[in-house]
């Protein structure tokens, strides 16, 4: 058994120090193995410098800092297979759950919002974050980190922005326009810029940057113009105020035969109760889009517009959303004995009689089914 002598015992840890191992720990431990080693295996006589040398190779493939890279990795990231792990599952998981989503969305079917959710936030919020810690540690360059967030955090931001849209969430178009800013302006130039200069990077460079632009264009493509969206809401808010014409009009005469009726039914009274709700909401809906209870002929020049915003009274209590679906409902229990009349435009539960409120959508298809219960109403009784 060969018993080394201080001086080797210290050639050995100075050796490891210029080797490149700074972590003091890994030093000692490497130290005390290799100092094993050599006591176990060297004959008394044997060589200790070449004995030594051989023994340190088996240590690592190109260089010895290699080690103290590797147990830094697993000191930081003791879940490192775990995260794999669960990024692959995540992915695996988000898309089929998209294919799905998109496949009952194209075949009615429910649950189709659900499935949708589920792949879209489920790529955002936990398969593209991992993807990108685990990436990051692929490339110790800044650069690359730098691109490599960028990208990831235009597609989180792009990917909830199609979530927010499809399920008509407000903050859509913020994110979408935040992705294709990061993707386009920011990313796309760096990544140009720094890729072109390397000849064997050119071609992947390029048709990158190519892709890149057509994401960008592809999104932009969705989204209506300024220009666009004033001319709809041109057309809309003439639509409302024909309507609004025709409602007017239909009341001035329901109004003088209701007059010539001495006898006010339990049916008439309760009309007139519908009636005056659905012209409170009328009016609250465009006092919210335009600060004025009733909208003007000449509503281009007061800019007085009707917009396509979601009509969110129903994700709140309102008293008269409540106070019309209880009308409605009673209403139609009054249409049993007069099967002449029609109903009113709404829906059931299959298994209840808890009515389902149709009146659902944008302020201006809000707004238009008002104008047709206003109007079916009044011809009933008429």
Known sequence: MYCLSEKQIDYILNDIRARGVELESLQLNLHDHICCIIEQNLEENGDFESFYQ????????DELWEIEEETLLLLSYKNYYAMKKIMILSGTFSAATMILGILFKFMHWPGASLFIILGIGTSSLIFLPLLYLLKSKDS???KDK??????????????????????HWPYAL?????????????LLPIYFI????TPENKINTITISIVIIMICGLWLTLVRTPFSSRKKEITDTSSFLINEQIVASQKRIYDSIIKNDSLESNSKKLSKQ???????IKSSIILKETGMTKISTDFETKLEFISDANFRFLKTPNKDVDSLLEFIKTYHLTLNSSPHKTKLPVCYHSNSEEIIPFFVGTNLTVLTQLQQIELIVMQNEM
Do not use: N
């Not at 051989?54 to 493939?61: E, G, L, N, Q, V």
């Not at 913020?174 to 920011?186: F, N, P, Q, R, W």
């Open 274 to 280: 519908i009636i005056r709700v659905c012209e409170k």
């Open 146 to 167: 730098l691109i490599l967030g960028l990208g990831i955090l235009s597609g989180i931001l792009l990917s909830l922005s199609i979530l927010f849209r499809i399920m």
């Open 174 to 186: 913020i994110l979408g326009y935040s992705a294709v800013i990061i993707l386009g302006l920011i």
């Open 194 to 197: 720094t890729g072109i200069k």
């Open 54 to 61: 051989k023994t340190i190779k088996t240590f690592y493939k």
């Open 140 to 142: 110790l360059a800044t």
